[in-house]
């Protein structure tokens, strides 16, 4: 007898990597970012995350959980800048809880630049996180590195 046949993977035009173990928020980016034909791939696995990100799959954005390993979750966005064909993923880091001075600038040395709290609905996330992917579309489409993004307030 034979196996059934699997229905072939869609094809999404962006992909999100998350390394974290946060259900809520897995559930809610997914939900979230569906309709902007992005991927959204969870890991929760400090080794297979190295694998992803050393792997030739294409990410366009990195969102690392402070809650999954802390400072552990900086190194891999160090790792990040150290691989040539991960120069344009952009990384950013979420927490349950505001992060202090020395959490935000041990962020920023590890080349974070969004920082963003995790809210019960996960609305401040999905909102940086879909702003960051729509600069990523521009990037894209235009072949331009974008400027910033409008400030979020």
Do not use: N
Not at 7 to 17: E, M
Not at 20 to 39: F, H, M, N, S, V
Not at 146 to 151: Q, Y
Request: charged share 25%; hydrophobic share 40%.
């Amino acid at each position: 007898m034979l196996a059934p046949r699997r229905p072939l993977a869609t094809k999404f035009k962006y992909r999100l990597l998350y390394l974290g173990d946060d259900l809520e928020l897995i559930t809610a980016l997914r939900k979230e970012l569906a309709d902007a034909d992005c991927r959204v791939v969870a890991c929760s696995d400090h080794g297979s995350a190295i694998l992803f990100l050393k792997s030739d799959i294409p990410y366009q954005e990195l969102l690392i959980d402070w809650e999954w390993r802390g400072r552990e979750g900086l190194e891999l966005a160090r790792l990040v800048h150290t691989l040539k064909h991960r120069s344009d993923l952009t990384p950013m880091l979420v927490a349950a809880t505001k992060l202090t001075r020395y959490m935000v600038a041990a962020a920023h040395k590890a080349g974070i630049r969004e920082c963003s709290i995790k809210t019960k609905d996960m609305a401040e996330v999905i909102k940086v996180t879909s702003r960051l992917m729509s600069g990523t579309a521009s990037q894209l489409t235009q072949g331009l590195s974008s400027a910033d993004g409008p400030s979020h307030g």
